[in-house]
């Protein structure tokens, strides 16, 4: 299973931007899906530098597997998890 969230619309507020990460991990986990797709878009590189701090703390960290960056497209992250 495969999830997806876009940034887009909410690029701007910073609070709705942490609930909605903290959401989709959240549906990721009771799903037990293997891969969220993260779309922060291109633009200057703040947000995804947001997304990645956020992705890097410590309770948000030990949910997932590995974050890759896409190799094609800047504006996209991929969170990986592995479930027993």
């Not at 878009?41 to 701090?53: H, M």
């Not at 190799?71 to 991929?78: A, D, I, Q, T, V």
């Amino acid at each position: 299973m495969k999830l997806k969230l876009d940034l887009h619309d909410i690029y701007n507020r910073g609070s709705d931007i942490d609930k909605a990460l903290r959401g989709i991990i959240d549906e990721a986990v009771a799903k037990k899906a293997t891969l969220v797709e993260i779309i922060p878009g291109k633009g200057s590189g703040a947000l995804k530098k947001k997304v990645l701090r956020f992705l890097d703390q410590k309770d948000v960290k030990q949910l997932y597997h590995r974050v890759e960056k896409d190799s094609k497209n800047f504006g996209r992250l991929f969170v990986h998890f592995r479930w027993k």
